[in-house]
């Protein structure tokens, strides 16, 4: 099997790879291989009565398949180099921002028309937060909405399936330097290339870095973040949501001067668990659909712990600290403000009474014993920080879910063009490092595709 382009993982950065090739390009032999299924066999099995939480299926089908991590996500598209990555420091701050327009371009072409796009610009709320300690970052949003996003993503499918050849159920396990190209091998197929992007995400990480040690491709990793997901009454934010939907504060705290910041914004929206490599932790979906809001918005906070020589697994402490809440709670663990600040676990009984629903069914229980001291305080402090802005959210039945990880790739070391050292090899969105978002990965994947087509 030879083909001009092998694109390793068809998530958000291996998918606009494709599209960019195949619309450009279609002359070009292009073939997809991905670990999980396609999107329309794409079901975790979690029903929340006959399988309450996680049975570690084979692949994840929330983490895996045609559409990657992000196929049944929130689908915001947050157009803005402030945050979701540092592709600008590779491509520069302009030509990221209109990729990432592109790329929403394509979107809008592909079943989002109706969606909206919200904006700090001009926001009157900027002045708000900043009047008591709090910054909001710039950003222009689209939110496309777990199904939209689902819809999106078929059609792109659709228009790709005939000139793309997609290996589904394919974890591709080495890849190997051939003359004139690249080798790649999964237990059952070997394929050549001539340039080959890999494109494996979160879930794929660990494997990366097989890649990277295999290749001797140079790799830097320091920073995980870790927090709580935070559950209100849609109301207490709706001054907010309204306006900005999706809105990045940042605090930082008085105690240890840490920044603390909000994180995936989901007005109206559900708790989920999320499981990463056999290890559950706390999410968040919200829906266009009128009918699947909920009256709940939820949102992160999250403190990036940044570690520094000797210790280089940032992620194993990450995980470690999960691990904790999972053997604790047996998944998920979800407290009450009111308990927490008062120094008690949170029981059945507790949640049962307070006046808020909670949209995912987590063990209730104690989070100071699972998270440092120094990330617990700073989470506290900022509650109490978002309290002046949005009254409210310091109520007792807050509901707080841990933990909530984010797990961030090791860095690899890549030129301007995302290229490692290895030239036709090239490694893009969230399994780079240099990318943590939808848009990101996405522009990331366009990028790429045009420098392919420039040099071919
Ligand atoms: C629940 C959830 C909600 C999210 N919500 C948002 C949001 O609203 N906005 C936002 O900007 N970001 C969101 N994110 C993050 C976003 O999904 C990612 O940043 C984005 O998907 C990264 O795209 P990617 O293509 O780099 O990687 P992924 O989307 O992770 O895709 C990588 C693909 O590679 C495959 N793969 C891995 N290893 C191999 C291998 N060895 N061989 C073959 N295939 C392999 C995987 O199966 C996967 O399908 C969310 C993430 C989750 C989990």
């Known amino acids: ?12 950065g291996g998918i606009f790879s494709a599209y960019e090739l195949a619309v450009k390009r279609p002359d070009l032999s292009i073939a997809v291989f991905e670990a999980g299924n396609p999107l329309s066999k794409r079901h975790c099995p979690i029903d929340g009565k006959k399988i309450p939480s996680c049975i570690k299926c084979k692949t994840c089908a929330i983490m895996n398949g045609f559409g990657g991590a992000g196929a049944f996500s929130d689908g915001k598209y947050n157009i803005t180099n402030d945050f979701g990555g540092t592709l600008y420091e590779y491509i520069g701050k302009e030509k ?17 028309a109706q969606t909206k796009m919200y904006s ?8 708000l937060c900043m009047q008591n300690k709090l910054t ?7 939110h496309l909405g777990t199904d939209i996003n689902y819809i999106v993503l078929e059609n ?6 005939d000139n793309v050849d997609f290996f589904f159920n394919t974890p ?35 494997w990366m870095e097989t890649v990277c040690h295999d290749l001797d491709i140079p790799t830097h990793s320091n920073r995980v973040d870790l927090g709580v997901r935070v559950e209100i009454p849609a109301v207490i934010f709706s001054h907010i949501t309204d306006e900005l939907y999706e809105s990045k504060i940042v605090y930082r705290t008085e105690k240890f001067e840490d920044n603390v910041r909000t994180f995936c914004m989901n007005p109206h929206g559900i708790v989920v668990n999320e499981n990463t490599n056999g290890i559950v932790t706390v999410n968040g979906h919200s829906f266009e659909d009128p009918s699947k809001k909920t009256e709940n918005t939820n949102f992160a906070l999250l403190v990036a712990k940044h570690f520094s020589e000797p210790f280089k697994d940032s992620n194993g402490y990450g995980e470690s600290i999960a691990r904790l809440s999972n053997m604790l709670g047996g998944g998920v663990i979800v407290q009450r403000f009111g308990d927490l600040v008062r120094g008690r676990r949170s029981t059945p009984k507790r949640i049962e009474e307070s006046t808020l629903r909670p949209t995912l069914a987590a063990t209730p229980g104690d989070l100071s014993l699972v998270l440092p001291k120094r990330i617990m305080d700073g989470i506290i402090e900022m509650i109490y920080a978002l309290d002046k802005i949005a009254p409210g959210t310091a109520n007792d039945d807050t509901l707080l879910y841990g933990v909530e990880v984010k797990f961030y790739n090791m860095e690899v070391e890549l030129d301007k063009n995302l290229e490692t050292k290895h030239p036709g090899l090239y490694v893009i969105g969230d399994g780079s490092g240099v990318t943590h978002s939808l848009s990101h990965a996405s522009a990331s994947g366009v990028y790429v595709a045009n420098h392919i087509i420039e040099n071919m």
Do not use: H, W
């Open 172 to 206: 591709i396990q080495n890849v190997e330097i051939v003359e004139g190209g690249y080798c790649v091998n999964s237990a059952q197929i070997s394929a050549y290339c001539r340039k080959c992007i890999i494109s494996v995400g979160r879930s794929g990480s660990k």
């Open 136 to 142: 909001l970052l710039n950003a222009s949003v689209r």
């Open 1 to 12: 099997m030879k083909y001009d382009v092998i694109i390793i993982g068809a998530g958000p």
């Open 120 to 127: 700090t610009a001009g926001s009157a709320f900027k002045k």
């Open 156 to 161: 792109l499918y659709n228009k790709l399936k």
């Open 96 to 112: 990221a921002i209109e990729l990432m327009e592109y790329v929403d371009k394509i979107n809008m072409e592909n079943g989002g």
